[in-house]
Structures are given as structure tokens and as C-alpha cells.
């Protein structure tokens, strides 16, 4: 099984398959309109303009699940994104990636690659770190996603290569993409 077996809904939930993505590298991300790493829209766009041309994508998947951040329909996300940061990557309708309800796409995601953990040098990972010990003190232990701009990186045949956290510098997912370009 790959990425490529998925079938999700767009922003405007029609139903595609990402097989129409095979052959491209991917970098499906679950967003908030409303987290402290919104701001990465823009790194994230300049990223999709700089190699979009050489066959890279980036699938934007909005997720209310973490502090309840990302609010709104998907036309409400949608406008927030191309107003306040010009996002011309694809963008999805919001959907949950943990627990019961979570998107298949996502139940295979963090099967294949799970949480190894924040970049400990990163300001906010002694935050994000005692936030998520107080709800669950094992947390660290499971392969789920633990916050908004997760990243996982897919190879042209539809295999999670990487994943990434959201404090991981968007220079060193930049390298990863390349590598597989």
C-alpha cells in the first residue's frame, strides 16, 4: 500500500484519488489558521514556487483536533489562506488525523512513521512537551500526530520517506525534498 491507494476530499470536497499525484514528491501537512506556526504558510508556499516546476506538491490537509485552532469552514480556511499568504498549493477539506474519526490517509501516515520526538533545541518543544505530558504521560510513546504543521514526506511512489515536526527548520525539509527530486 501507498500514499497513491488514498482517496480524499479537495477544499471544495470533491472526492480525488492521490494517485493523480503519482511520479511527484509529495508534503502532505495537517493545518491551523489559528496556531503559533501559522507563519509557516509562507515558508511553505516559497518552498512549493521554488520546486513545483521539478514535480514537488504540497497537500494541505486543515485540522481542528489541536487547541482547536483551526476554526471555520473550508471556504472560511481556504479565503484566510489566499488572502493572507497567497497559498496556491492544494488544499483539502479539514479533517481529523487522530483518533476514531481519523482520515485513513492519516491512520497509514503515522503507521509508517510514527513520532520520534521534537527538535530539542527548538524554543517551544518544553512547551508543546509539558502540554502534552499533562493530557497524556505517554504521549511520547505513541506514533500519533501531536500538533498542527506535522509534515510527512512522500517519494514518487507514494512511500512515506520522512516525517517531520512542526519546530523542524523548513531548510532541513528543503534538503529532504531535493534528495528525492
Not at 16 to 44: H, M, W
Amino acid at each position: 500500500m501507498t500514499v497513491h491507494d488514498f482517496k480524499v476530499n479537495n477544499i471544495k470536497d470533491e472526492e480525488i484519488s492521490l494517485d493523480a499525484y503519482r511520479g511527484k514528491v509529495l508534503l502532505i501537512i495537517n493545518t491551523a489558521t489559528r496556531c503559533g506556526f501559522t507563519p509557516q504558510y509562507d515558508e511553505l508556499q516559497d518552498l512549493y514556487e521554488k520546486y513545483k516546476d521539478e514535480g514537488f506538491v504540497i497537500l494541505d490537509f486543515p485540522c481542528n483536533q489541536f487547541g482547536a485552532q483551526a476554526p471555520g469552514s473550508n471556504e472560511e480556511i481556504h479565503s484566510f489562506c489566499d488572502a493572507k499568504f497567497g497559498i496556491t498549493f492544494p488544499m483539502f477539506s479539514k479533517i481529523e488525523v487522530n483518533g476514531e474519526n481519523a482520515h485513513p490517509l492519516y491512520k497509514f501516515l503515522v503507521s509508517q512513521k510514527g513520532f520520534q520526538g521534537f527538535d530539542e533545541a527548538h524554543e517551544l518543544t518544553p512547551v508543546l512537551n509539558q502540554m502534552l505530558k499533562k493530557d497524556d504521560p505517554d504521549f511520547d510513546k505513541k506514533p500519533s500526530i501531536k500538533w498542527n504543521f506535522t509534515k510527512f514526506l512522500i517519494d514518487k511512489e507514494g512511500n512515506v520517506a520522512a516525517r517531520f515536526e512542526p519546530m523542524d527548520d523548513l531548510g532541513y525539509v528543503e534538503g529532504k525534498v531535493k534528495e528525492l527530486l
